[in-house]
């Protein structure tokens, strides 16, 4: 099971319950795509980045913060040609870094990224991947394979689970076996931005077939099989059922491309910006922020539950979850 160190551990606990602030800057690193999928949003509008010099700015005053993990993703991180530059400052904070990325550039880029300790690759599905995403399957897996013997913790391939990839579940998840990788899974959050004919083509309609492919993947967390979600998330996700206290916006500083600091990553609307600094943005909306975690009709993004459950010490979820 890979885990943070004792270490890591005991400074979550301290920053997140003692001192009340977030432990990881999520931050949206970059506003382009190199992949258009009907099913995200993220991608059709491109605005303003911020200047590296900006971004190092952000990762002082996040350590200086408590923050110790640095979280790089969307729209498509491995198009920001200093992203290793961003990273090396990252690591040289003391942080953790980890990077959510589709993969298409993984292959070319994956050398530059040594100070990269956590890699995460967007892998919906086998026979369904060319369909929901727009390009073969084959363009990513040369990337995935060169990384696997690059960075040294285990590689992690997140699954959407959506109504187009139910029948490639199973072997998306044997794959990740024979590759010596970790498989996590969500179901897709269909956002409000998305037109109702994608939703009726990607979403999750045929209710019983969803509830017996996510049934197996419980199976096969029991069998042994490399998955990280806990058995709590994993039934929640079978009955789509968000019966929790959420977290998320306690845990995770969550940053877009130009500085906007949001709530989260669907309640998009600025809190606050970098430039009135992160402690200010913190504490002047401590309100805003609990008024819209008890009013959310809540989602079942896994990093957002299984680390509010982890938060609220669930002995089942710290147990089986692989926080990485």
Known sequence: MTKYSPLIAAKAIWQMQIRKRPFVLSHAINSRCNMKCSFCEYWKTE??????????????????????????????????????????????????????????LLEKRVDELKNLDYL??????????????GVSLDRIMPGIIKAKSIIKNPL????????KNLDDIEELITMAKDMDVKISFEPMYEFGGIDEGTWNDMGIRD???????VDRIIEMKKEGYPIINSYTYLKMVRDLRTEFVCHANEIILDVTADGSIE????????IGH??????????????????????????????????SLMYNFNLEVAQHYEWM
């Not at 992690?156 to 109504?163: A, E, K, Y």
């Not at 209710?207 to 492919?213: P, S």
């Open 263 to 270: 709530n989260c990553r669907v309640h998009r609307s600025p």
């Open 156 to 163: 992690l391939m997140n699954c959407v689970i959506s109504g």
């Open 207 to 213: 209710t019983d077939k969803y509830r017996r492919t």
């Open 274 to 307: 970098i430039s009135e600094g992160i402690g200010n943005v913190w504490e002047s909306t401590k309100k805003l922020r609990k008024d819209t975690a008890r009013n959310c009709q809540k989602c079942l993004f896994f990093g957002y539950v299984e680390n």
């Open 47 to 104: 605005g303003e980045e911020m200047k590296r010099e900006d971004i190092f700015k952000l990762l002082e005053d996040a350590r200086a913060f408590g923050i110790l993990v640095y979280n790089a993703w969307t729209v498509e991180p491995l198009l920001r040609e200093d992203l290793p530059e961003i990273l090396a400052h990252a690591k040289q904070l003391g942080m953790v870094t980890s990077l959510i990325t589709n993969g298409l």
């Open 120 to 133: 995460s690759v967007s892998v919906d599905g086998t026979s369904s991947y060319k369909e929901i995403r």
